[in-house]
């Protein structure tokens, strides 16, 4: 990869965060992830409170990108057609012909994702593992960028179903959004007061840039040891107290992955630990099964990896 390229494609990540940025405020965080994540070709899940800018941070990014955009609202009556599509029968020729369903897209809002039943769920697993669907035994293939970004309430709330595990294992990241300060509250209300700002918003880079993107994030350095410093990290996850499912080795491609993406983001042209450390919680936590006894005792997935990040040495 020339430099020139890896500074076309630090432009591209540039141009959407400070798209994005023109909408949501007091979030460069949750933007930069978000964008990390779209460049290492992962999927992002978003649980937070109803009304904290959730769907609005998705829609911002999808139409930063001149690139096919659906959404898609789940509910309970929700079915796996409904995602994938469906063959019709047409009278006129007699034939049976596939209808598309919302997944045949570039990015994909599945708004509210726990509120569909996890049959239903469960019809994204293939998309979001291998950007491919078996519908009627035949295989489609999914469009070279396929980005998932969900949302979801917090699983306490009423008409909510957890994710199963294996859905929660495909999301790269998970995190949340927060509450903004006060003067960035006011300033929301006063873009608000007549309009909204997402009406006005426009493509500022292309489907080729972002591809070209993806390509750039695959060949940022990363040393053998920051690899084996991943493995480790998440590794520790099985083997911790009070965790009854630990992170997969699809979490280590995860992190790994991120953390090139987050490194282009940065301006850097290789991997350091802290970019790691960083991004340990929000990739790795989301994938932890804890033991009821140690959820009733306070442990939280979270602190089971804060306590990883802590107690393994860094790689010098």
Known sequence: MTPTNIEAARETCKKIASNIATIIRGQTDATRNLVATLAAGGHVLLEDFPGTG????????????????????FTPDLLPSDILGVSVFSQRDQLFHFHEGPVFTNILLADEINRASPRTQS??????????????????????????????????????????????????????LGYVAPEEEVAILTAQQHNHPLDELKPVVTLADVLALKRAVEDVRISDELKRYAVDLVAATRTASGVQLGASPRASIALMKIAQALALFDGFDFVTPEQIQKLAVSVIAHRLVLEPQARFSGVTARSVVE???KKLKVPA
Do not use: C, H, W
Request: charged residues 25%; without cysteine.
């Open 307 to 309: 306590d990883a990040v």
């Open 123 to 176: 019809a994204l697993l293939e998309a979001m593992g291998e950007a491919q669907v078996s519908v009627e035994g035949e295989r489609r293939n999914l469009s070279e960028l396929f980005f998932v970004i969900a949302t979801q309430n917090p699983v306490e709330f009423r008409g909510t179903y957890p994710l199963p595990e294996a859905q929660m294992d495909r999301f790269a990241m998970q995190f949340t």
């Open 54 to 73: 959730k769907t609005t941070l998705a829609k911002a990014l999808a139409r930063s990108i001149d690139a096919q955009f659906k959404r898609l609202q």
